[in-house]
């Protein structure tokens, strides 16, 4: 199976970008970030994209994407068009052969770029992409961080927080920000592929504990909602696949 691992980042108000910093900062310093409530960053729409990345897994070098001015600077947020490029890519990736594949893609990136070009496809799409993520989640009940699944093979995030890149980017702190989406995609491209040589999902839980989930064989997401419901019946405030794919539907 060939993968064109893709991630996006969020274009945003200022407004809402302190928001997502308060977030982190909240859950970083709580004792228990569970109980922290979630920050729905769909109740603050419309926001965009501010760039993002793509990977082919039989092409070395990771692509950054990200719109530009007339001056030729970085834009703060996607327009219509690039954004409709970026689809355009995706699209021509999977007429290639490519299985879209991302981390949270399921939840997230697939229902933005829904919201902000063509729904129908983004869903079709979304349904027959690979999402690690999505996956652990139908099977288990939980999702698992990226970054703990990178951290079990010595990778990790760059100094930066996926919740301060938004803002960072409305600064113009733009190398930092590419450095943090490529880094996501390279992981991604890395785990995925661990996934395939040891049949299973590994990573280091926040506790420090090493987890291994048996996954013999990498679903798409069409595949993953006919699993069996998991046993989430030990877990406070569970994330539910329902919950996930309910853009679908909307």
């Not at 950054?64 to 490029?85: E, I, S």
């Not at 990778?155 to 190398?175: H, R």
């Not at 504990?209 to 013999?216: K, Q």
Request: net charge negative; glycine share 6%; proline share 4%.
């Amino acid at each position: 199976m060939k993968f064109a691992f893709f991630d996006l980042e969020v274009g945003c108000s200022e407004e809402l970008c302190n928001l997502l910093v308060s977030q982190k900062i909240a859950m970083a310093n709580a004792a228990d970030p569970h109980l922290i409530p979630r920050l729905d960053i769909w109740e603050h729409w419309p926001f965009s994209i501010s760039v993002a990345a793509t990977k082919l897994s039989d092409v070395s070098g990771t692509i950054a994407w990200y719109d530009l001015d007339k001056t030729g600077a970085p834009v703060p947020r996607w327009g219509t068009d690039f954004t409709w490029r970026f689809v355009n890519i995706l699209q021509r990736y999977q007429e290639d052969g490519y299985t879209l594949c991302g981390w949270n893609s399921t939840g997230f990136d697939f229902r933005l770029l829904g919201a902000l070009t063509y729904r129908v496809w983004a869903i079709d799409a979304a349904l027959d992409s690979i999402d690690p993520n999505f996956q652990s989640l139908c099977m288990r009940g939980y999702p698992v961080a990226l970054n703990g699944a990178a951290h079990f093979h010595g990778l990790g995030k760059t100094e930066e927080s996926g919740a301060n890149v938004p803002l960072l980017w409305l600064l113009g702190e733009y190398d930092r920000c590419i450095t943090y989406v490529v880094n996501d995609v390279d992981m991604l491209a890395s785990v995925v592929s661990d996934i395939q040589v040891s049949r299973g999902l590994r990573w280091i839980a926040n506790s420090g504990i090493a987890n291994y989930l048996y996954m013999p064989t990498l679903l798409n997401v069409r595949h993953c909602l006919k699993l069996p419901l998991p046993d989430t019946s030990w877990m406070d405030n569970a994330i539910t696949r329902e919950e996930t794919i309910q853009w679908m539907a909307s």
